[in-house]
């Protein structure tokens, strides 16, 4: 749907770790967002990016950074995985459908041990 | 920074219409309601979105009242598969049009 996926779909990784999580669109949108979800919340907004090179930071930004070379491609990177960041990861683009709503990828679920 | 409020689960019999309110009483005269939901884990799903009128689309039926302050979503005849966390949402009119996520409520629709 909307040409959005996410890599990988799962992963486990250990404390300390630096981990890489991968948001590609096909439809050249300018917008991507970043959101981690946990047990019993809503989504909360981690980063967001508004073009090229351009991003900013979200509600939970702490441990975390972003990069978007090319428009893509909008990656998450957590520095030094810590257990607190065990969450599922969703990606989304701002679609004209909708009148701009968000288009959801299928999620990045991470483990850190 | 969510400005919505939503109760956290509502029950459904199967066949019958689901009414699901969302109070968004600080919302500004610029702002749209979205409505979204999430099945499982899956990413949430676009449903329909307002700004002052009633909307309805092949899915659900949007009513917003007259002051802005509160909207319904409706779902006229639930099935199983309708089961799933409903989100409102009002969507912050700057340049970047950023959600922000309440806690949702949970739809649990009932043979």
């Known amino acids: 749907d909307a040409g959005i996926t996410q890599s990988p779909r799962h992963k486990v990784t250990e404390t300390g770790t630096p981990v890489t999580l991968r948001c590609h669109q096909t439809?050249?949108?300018?917008?991507m967002y970043w959101y981690r979800q946990d047990p019993g919340h809503g989504l909360r907004l981690i980063h967001y990016?508004?073009?090229?090179?351009?991003?900013d930071k979200g509600e939970v930004s702490d441990g975390y950074s972003v990069s978007r070379s090319k428009t893509e491609d909008f990656l998450l990177t957590l520095e030094s995985a810590t257990s607190s960041q065990t969450s599922v990861y969703f990606c989304?683009?701002?679609?004209?459908?909708?009148?701009?709503?968000?288009?959801f990828g299928s999620g990045t679920r991470l483990t850190v041990v | 920074d969510a400005k919505t409020t939503q109760p956290p689960s509502m029950d459904c019999a199967e066949g019958r219409a689901a009414n699901l309110p969302c109070n968004h009483s600080?919302?500004?005269?610029?702002?749209?309601v979205y409505w979204y939901r999430q099945i499982h884990s899956q990413g949430p799903q676009y449903i329909i979105h307002?700004?002052?009128n009633n909307e309805t689309n092949e899915m659900a039926s949007l009513i917003i009242t007259e002051d802005r302050k509160s909207s319904t979503l409706i779902l006229p005849h639930a099935t199983l598969r309708d089961t799933a966390v409903y989100y409102c949402i009002v969507r912050v009119e700057d340049n970047f049009n950023k959600f922000y996520f309440g806690s949702g409520t949970k739809l649990n629709v009932k043979p």
């Open positions: 439809e050249n949108h300018r917008y």
């Open positions: 600080t919302i500004s005269g610029n702002e749209y």
């Open positions: 989304a683009i701002r679609t004209p459908r909708a009148n701009y709503g968000y288009t």
């Open positions: 307002g700004l002052k």
């Open positions: 990016s508004y073009g090229v090179k351009d991003t």
